[in-house]
Structure formats: structure tokens, C-alpha cells
């Protein structure tokens, strides 16, 4: 599993949870007022296996956290991902920078 985390200078959370829903089809979506969890199964024929990809968007104080994971892509005794879990992770900061440079907001990596 990988998980990486950023922090957002907005809270406009809708806003950014509708972006992510018009670029990726999730397979699960619940919302509220202070959280959002968006959550899509992927066959990796690389790996031959199913991923399971995440996003969690938090409204804290006057910040969007977002933790993305990828999970369970890995195969064989060792349980290699040969990359897939990072290249969703790639994928979504991707869209994030984007997003934040056209919205004009600062976007924070907590962790990689």
C-alpha cells in the first residue's frame, strides 16, 4: 500500500470533489459536509491483479486535506506492485497541482 497526504489552502470542498469526479470514474462515492471518500477498483495487467484506489478529502479548519492510497496491487509471494500503487499516487498529484494552478491555490505534500 502506499498513501500519500497534501494539504490544500481552500475550503471548497465541493468544488474540488466535483473536479475529481469529472476526471476519474469512481466506483464509490459518500459525501458530507465536512468529508468526502472516492473509491475505484482497477484491473493492472502489469501485475495481473485488482488495485484498490482511494481519495480522502477532509475540510480542516481553513485547509482541504487529502490522503490518496493505493492499495492491494501488488502480486506473488513478495506482493510487488511494479509500480501501479505509485502511478495512481502520480496520477492524482497531477490533477491536484492542476486544479490548484488553476484555482490559484497552494498545495502542501505532507509526506510522499
Same mark, same amino acid.
Do not use: P
Given at each position: 500500500?502506499? +498513501? !500519500? ?5 481552500? %475550503? ?8 475529481? +469526479? ?16 472516492? +473509491? ?5 495487467? %502489469?501485475? !495481473? ?9 477532509? %475540510? ?5 486535506? +487529502? ?13 510487488? !506492485? ?31
Amino acid at each position: 500500500m502506499k +498513501v !500519500s497526504k497534501v494539504k490544500m489552502s481552500t %475550503r471548497n470542498l465541493d468544488d474540488l470533489v466535483n473536479y475529481f +469526479v469529472d476526471q476519474i470514474q469512481f466506483d464509490y462515492e459518500n459525501h458530507s459536509e465536512e468529508i468526502s471518500i472516492l +473509491v475505484k477498483e482497477a484491473f493492472y495487467l %502489469r501485475t !495481473s491483479s485488482t488495485q484498490n484506489n482511494m481519495l480522502i478529502f477532509k %475540510r480542516s479548519g481553513n485547509h482541504i486535506l +487529502v490522503d490518496i492510497i493505493g492499495s492491494a496491487g501488488g502480486t506473488g509471494l513478495l506482493n510487488f !506492485s511494479w509500480g501501479s500503487e505509485a502511478s495512481f499516487i502520480n496520477k492524482v498529484m497531477h490533477l491536484l497541482k492542476d486544479y490548484c494552478s488553476l484555482n490559484r491555490i497552494e498545495l502542501e505534500t505532507l509526506n510522499d
